[in-house]
């Protein structure tokens, strides 16, 4: 099993994906016949997508699960956010107060941070890290590891993971201000791999180490597996290769 997809919800794919395209540097980018919007992040021998669904009326912004992206020493962080306000990001206030990194928001209104220099961010690519609220980061952190393969490495949060080369950007499991109360407007999607575990495996698997079925209507009738992880975020286990 593998940790394939960073997935979005937008009102306009096309703009937001334009954007991010240019932001990290996506290949294979566009739109799919559904109006989804997918593109590729190239990691040096294995890779993420980014996808971005079309919706008319987004969860209200919320940020258990954001992007923070690579900015480093203040000459070069100063750099990397006005390269991305000219791709059309805006500044944010998310009530983050005077901290060293810069909270920006995409063109529809996603936030995400660009990070200032860290040592634990070596060869994570544009994508530095993704970090996720969670009640229990210890917890969460052996259930993401069991689903997606990434393993446990020195990094910022309490528990972080990251793909076995050693390249990629850092899955950060952080201890949530308050529990969640509202759908996610990011998620992470899981995919089963050829000699582990087939869709109804993976299902099981995440079921036996706490994660729950999410039952909404919204959820229901797709190829995917919508499901919460134990902190309750969204997650997805895809169909078999």
Partial sequence: MGLENINMQARDPETTGRFWTGALGLVDAGLTDDGEFEGRLDLGGWWLDLCIDPVTDPPAPGWRLHLDLLGGDPGEQAAVVERLLALGATRADIGQGDVPWVVLADPDGNAFCVMEERPAYHDTGPIAALPLDSADPERDGAFYAALSGWVRTEGVGLVSLRHPS????????????????????????????????????????????????????????????????????????????
């Fill in 166 to 241: 050693g390249r990629g950007p850092l899955l950060e499991l952080c201890p949530e201000p308050e529990p969640k109360v509202r759908q996610n407007r990011t998620h992470l999607d899981v995919r089963p791999e050829p000699g582990g575990p087939d869709q109804a495996g993976l299902v099981d698997l995440a079921l036996s180490l706490g994660a729950t079925r999410a039952t909404e209507d919204w959820a229901q009738g797709h190829s995917w597996v919508v499901m919460r992880d134990p902190s309750g975020n969204e997650f997805c286990v895809l169909g078999d290769r």
